[in-house]
């Protein structure tokens, strides 16, 4: 197994993990809302140490041998689900990805009856992403294993969130006292409530920038300042948090069109020129080009839009770990209860 044998400087400023840390003091991570600053700051530290074990050539850790690990999505996902899968088995987990096409579930079966089936074959961790709001936290409620919500419905993304922050900080070095825009279709998107959230909790000054149509009612209330222009919004951010559309959600109709909403909400050279001169540029994809986003700002120098994608392999390896050292007898490599392998 590979030994890490620098870890990076840490936001608490702690001393490197071990395996007598706890880092999450509950069963689950259902959402960025129930877990303190510390345990955010802990997540972080802990993934930092995940993106150097990953960019060597030996990645393989024993710290979830022998525990099974289920990727159960209701919706389609190609990078959470397959990211949540290479974490798992990077960290030694047996990993089952369930195809709800193909399951019982549509057929008739009820989350519940879903629930009570799995927790028969006794997972040790759950990866659910659904289309209903509060399905994971009632998963939860019902299963023996640790739970991690990889999105469910509008409610919250709390993975997508710590690996945004992770991104942030490993450029900028800090998150607090920063200026970040979020941007686009903030009513519909899951992503944006849990970076809300979690830049909250870590002291950023969150912009939110949208046509009132897609601004969730009473959203002031969060301590966000709010935008219905680009070109105000924007003025000397550190970052800029370009979202998706959800068409899939959108239950009428948001926008006049795509080209306007391009127009007047689409991050094009002009725009992103009002932010600091080299602010980032992030989406938690897929990308629309040309509709939230051109092609040569996506692509161009202050993008960090395919690092995202690395970070989250960290920062779900990070997830897994933490969520494995408070389940019964702790990770271990032989069933012996020892807690040796951690980083």
Do not use: W
């Not at 799995?118 to 299963?143: C, F, T, W, Y």
């Not at 469910?152 to 900080?169: M, S, V």
């Not at 944006?192 to 009473?218: D, F």
């Amino acid at each position: 197994m590979t030994d890490i044998k620098k870890a990076p400087k840490t936001l608490s400023g702690n001393a490197p993990f071990n395996e007598n840390n706890q880092i999450l003091k509950g069963r689950h991570l259902l959402a960025i809302e129930d877990i303190s600053v510390a345990e955010i700051s802990a997540l972080l530290d802990l993934s930092n140490q995940y993106v150097d074990l990953n960019r060597q050539i030996e990645k393989k850790q024993s710290i979830l041998h022998g525990r099974t690990h289920i990727n159960l999505f209701f919706e389609a996902s190609t990078r959470t689900q397959s990211s949540f899968e290479l974490a798992g088995k990077r960290l030694g987990a047996d990993v089952m990805n369930m195809s709800v096409t193909t399951s019982s579930v549509s057929k008739g079966e009820t989350l519940l009856d879903t629930a009570m089936t799995l927790n028969a074959m006794h997972p040790d961790i759950l990866v659910v992403r659904h289309h209903a709001s509060g399905a994971a936290e009632l998963l939860a409620q019902k299963v023996s294993g640790a739970v991690v919500n990889a999105g469910d419905g509008q409610h919250e993304h709390p993975t997508q969130a710590l690996l945004d922050a992770l991104t942030i900080t490993r450029h900028l070095g800090k998150l607090e006292g920063l200026k970040i825009a979020i941007c686009g279709d903030i009513k519909h998107s899951r992503v944006a409530r849990s970076n809300i959230n979690l830049l909250a909790k870590m002291g950023v000054e969150v912009r939110l920038i949208a046509p009132y149509s897609l601004l969730p009612s009473g959203i002031e209330r969060l301590g966000v300042e709010v935008f219905t222009s680009m070109e105000k919004g924007l003025q000397d951010v550190d970052v800029v948090m370009m979202l998706r559309l959800q068409l899939e959600r959108m239950d009428g109709s948001f926008i006049p069109s795509a080209r306007e909403f391009y127009h007047f909400y689409g991050l094009d050279d002009n725009k992103l020129a009002l932010a600091k001169p080299n602010a980032l540029v992030m989406h938690p994809g897929p990308m629309n080009r040309g509709v939230e986003i051109h092609s040569s700002i996506a692509d161009g120098p202050q993008s960090v839009i395919q690092e995202q994608v690395e970070m989250g392999v960290a920062v779900r390896m990070a997830v897994l770990d933490a969520l494995a050292r408070n389940l019964p007898s702790g990770p271990c490599y032989d069933g012996s209860g020892s807690n040796e392998g951690h980083i």
